[in-house]
Structure formats: structure tokens, C-alpha cells
């Protein structure tokens, strides 16, 4: 199952391109042998100042056809990491073949999109900036594998 990251933004070199870059590698290495990833990238940006409708807009090209559309949202469902896995998993045994995260601009993703979501994920009540959004759901998904591999990375 393809794992796409559509995102509001240009990640710049810095510590949290770094993080993601191992994250997402850490995930593709063991994602691999369980039918998860490669991850695709795709970074959307408003350069006319239409906010978070034009925002939505370049999102929604961005992700590709017949995708399971994810919003990170602070006001989504909360998971643990093993619940997490368990729905990547159902997903990718259910046949799914792309599953797309969506992840806001500063001023988070437009009421539309929200709505038209097969899922809104939340990381916690707090609001995350969106660039350690990014960083967060690239561990979360490397976690998710290691929990579906049997390896030892967590440790609840």
C-alpha cells in the first residue's frame, strides 16, 4: 500500500528535514516486506495568498485517485500506536492501494476538505505546527511497522 504525505508547504533543510528523511526511511525499510509504503512526498503551496480554500484545492490535486484521504486535525480521532498499525494493516489487507495524508497550512485545512475525509486523525488536543506534524505522522507510521513486524521499537 503506497503511503502518500500531501502537505501545506516546503520543508527546508533543517532538524526536522532531517527527522522525517530517517522516519520515512526507517518505514520503508520495514514497511517493505509487510506491503507498506514507499512513501511519496508532494508539497502544495498557495503562492497567491488564496488561503485555506486555494490551500484545499492544491491538496485535493495532490492526492492521487481512488486514495483513502486522512486529515491530521486536532479535533479527529485519537488512536494509540497499536491502533494505529492495526488500521494500517486493515487497510492494506482490505486492498487498498493508496492512502493519503493531508496535513494543513498554518491555518490548518479548510471545513470542505475536513468534511469530505475518510478519517481525521488528531496527535492530541494541542495544535502542532504543521512542519512537526509532518515529523510526528513519519515516526508514527515507522512505529506503526515495527508494531506490525514484531520489532522492538515500542515498548508499551
Do not use: N
Not at 102 to 107: S, T
Amino acid at each position: 500500500m503506497r503511503v502518500h504525505i500531501c502537505a501545506v508547504g516546503r520543508l527546508r533543510a533543517g532538524p526536522e528535514r532531517a527527522l522525517i528523511d530517517d522516519y520515512l526511511s526507517r518505514f520503508e525499510r520495514t514497511g517493505r516486506a509487510l506491503g507498506l509504503g514507499p512513501v511519496c512526498v508532494h508539497e502544495v503551496e498557495d503562492r497567491k495568498g488564496g488561503g485555506m480554500e486555494a490551500e484545499a484545492a492544491l491538496l485535493g490535486r495532490a492526492v492521487p485517485a481512488g486514495a483513502l484521504r486522512v486529515v491530521l486535525d486536532e479535533r479527529g480521532r485519537a488512536m494509540s500506536s497499536p491502533d494505529f498499525a492495526d488500521l494500517l494493516a486493515r487497510w492494506r489487507d482490505g486492498g487498498r492501494q493508496d492512502v493519503a495524508f493531508l496535513i494543513g497550512g498554518a491555518d490548518g485545512l479548510a471545513p470542505g476538505l475536513r468534511d469530505g475525509a475518510d478519517l481525521a486523525l488528531s496527535f492530541g488536543a494541542m495544535v502542532w505546527p504543521h512542519m512537526l506534524a509532518r515529523v510526528m505522522l513519519a515516526e508514527q507510521l515507522y512505529r506503526a511497522a515495527s508494531i506490525l513486524a514484531g520489532a522492538p521499537y515500542h515498548r508499551a
